[in-house]
């Protein structure tokens, strides 16, 4: 393990980090708030010691392998998670250090669940960062380092993949910086779009401003209380549904379709499966709310599309009060929490190429059962999936569910949540989508959770952001010997 590198490259993130917190630090003094004091503190404990360790341990000409990746991208996103929180810790906006950390990582893995009841009473910097944190956990924390960094050679290939969500990696440049500073384009201008939008069509600046990061990050932290609901616009509402389902898409698509000019990337399976789900939840979910909870046609399409939207997605917005609604709509919503967005995109969840590839093998399996002698390949958009990517996807599975069945044990015994309120919980914060149902939906936050209830699911989000293998692989004694890691 080369220590050295490791530490540089976490010196250089506590730098871009306590640079990031200049932004609603600035904003702080120009608006006289005294959450100045608590960004200041902040930008010092965490600027010096990162300053301190870029200068001792310089990148250049380092040896970066395998180890180093993962070790680097674990201890990038529990850094930025621990020191993240310190501004709402120092500003004195929630109870304990365990509430900011809860909150930090929500923003960070864009889950949105929140433990603060009364947002509006926030300062306007705290409110910031909150989306900032969306906003840079998005798209990845290591994404936007390999940027800013550009002298990493091989290990920004590393570094990529042990961050980037989704069964495959794909690249549209040959270099992985470049690709990397394209998405960052990309991210930054719809980004800029969907604030535009949401201003013209009637939010304040700021609002809007938060609102885009956490729109097109996926992530749900509003600046309002009662979420989206609060504007009740259809054109608002019209415009965030939007944007969640493009942002809920793989981003490699559009990457592609400005590189190369070509319209044909469109023509992919995992995103024609994405808006098929998408169109089949809203037009059942529509159906239940006209004819069982007595709904015109147009109330009921409306707030079916954006909340399957927001669901779907990961983002985790509330147009309505969707606790109140008829069972049979909980229940597909609450599926659609494991589903997710698709790979490559901002969203949480399993991912829909997951499940396509999941239902292609077990397909092929029943095949096999009555042809025993056939030989079947797995393809996805014409490309043959191998062995190794179809174990990883099914050892994904397993621990997707045993993760979700055990956190969900822990938080119902700890909590004293009834069984679907816990297993809402759990599944809202390991697929990174922010509200559940019951003591944790969309009108309530995760303020009345126990301390070890916040503590697993804090764990639960981190984990699904990171897709498991990127946590868990350090845990293996190998990982920090002379052995072969995987």
Not at 398 to 424: H, K, N, Q, R, W
């Amino acid at each position: 393990m080369n220590l050295p590198v490791i530490l540089g490259l976490l010196g250089k993130l506590l730098v871009i980090y306590a640079g990031a917190m200049c932004i609603p630090l600035t904003l702080a003094v120009v608006l006289g708030e005294w959450s100045v004091y608590s960004f200041l503190l902040s930008i010092i404990i965490i600027g010096i010691p990162g300053f301190f360790l870029m200068k001792r341990f310089k990148l250049t000409e380092m040896k970066f392998g395998v180890r180093e990746a993962f070790a680097a991208v674990t201890g990038a996103w529990l850094l930025a998670s621990f020191t993240g929180a310190l501004p709402y810790w120092f500003a004195d906006v929630v109870p304990t250090y365990i509430d900011a950390l809860f909150e930090t990582v929500s923003g960070l893995t864009t889950t949105g669940a929140s433990v603060i009841s009364d947002v509006e009473a926030l300062p306007q910097s705290i409110l910031l960062w909150r989306s900032l944190t969306h906003w840079v956990g998005g798209l990845g924390i290591i994404v936007l380092f390999i940027v800013l960094l550009p002298k990493t050679g091989m290990g920004s290939v590393l570094l990529f993949n042990a961050e980037v969500p989704g069964p495959t990696n794909d690249r549209v440049m040959p270099r992985i910086r470049d690709t990397a500073a394209a998405l960052w384009k990309i991210y930054l201008i719809f980004t800029a779009i969907c604030a535009v939008l949401l201003w013209m069509a009637g939010m304040s600046f700021l609002d809007a401003l938060n609102h885009a990061f956490a729109t097109i990050a996926t992530g749900g932290f509003s600046t309002k209380n009662t979420s989206i609901m609060y504007y009740n616009s259809l054109t608002i509402e019209m415009i965030v549904a939007f944007f969640m389902i493009f942002s809920g898409a793989n981003f490699v698509i559009y990457l592609t379709v400005w590189r190369k000019k070509t319209m044909k990337a469109f023509r992919n399976t995992e995103l024609m499966v994405y808006l098929l789900i998408i169109i089949a939840a809203t037009l059942l979910i529509a159906g239940s709310l006209w004819s069982n909870a007595g709904n015109s046609p147009g109330y009921a399409f409306r707030h079916a599309l954006f909340q399957v939207a927001s669901i779907m997605t990961t983002t985790g917005y509330a147009s309505v009060d969707f606790d109140q609604w008829p069972s049979m709509t909980k229940i597909i919503l609450f599926l659609l929490m494991f589903i997710g967005g698709s790979a490559g995109s901002t969203s949480g969840g399993m991912k829909v190429s997951r499940i396509i590839l999941l239902v292609k093998a077990t397909w092929a399996e029943l095949k096999r059962g009555i042809h025993p002698r056939v030989v079947s390949s797995i393809k996805l958009d014409d490309k043959v999936i191998d062995t190794e990517n179809l174990s990883r996807v099914g050892i994904f599975f397993f621990l997707y569910i045993v993760t979700f069945t055990g956190a969900s044990i822990i938080v119902a015994a700890s909590t004293g949540l009834s069984p679907f309120e816990a297993m809402s919980a759990v599944a809202a914060t390991l697929g990174n989508v922010g509200p559940g149902f019951g003591t944790v939906g969309p009108t309530t936050t995760f303020a009345g959770i126990s301390l070890l209830g916040k503590i697993v699911l804090t764990v639960c989000m981190l984990l699904g952001r990171l897709e498991f293998f990127t946590l868990l692989i350090i845990f293996r004694p190998e990982f920090w010997g002379k052995g072969k890691v995987w």
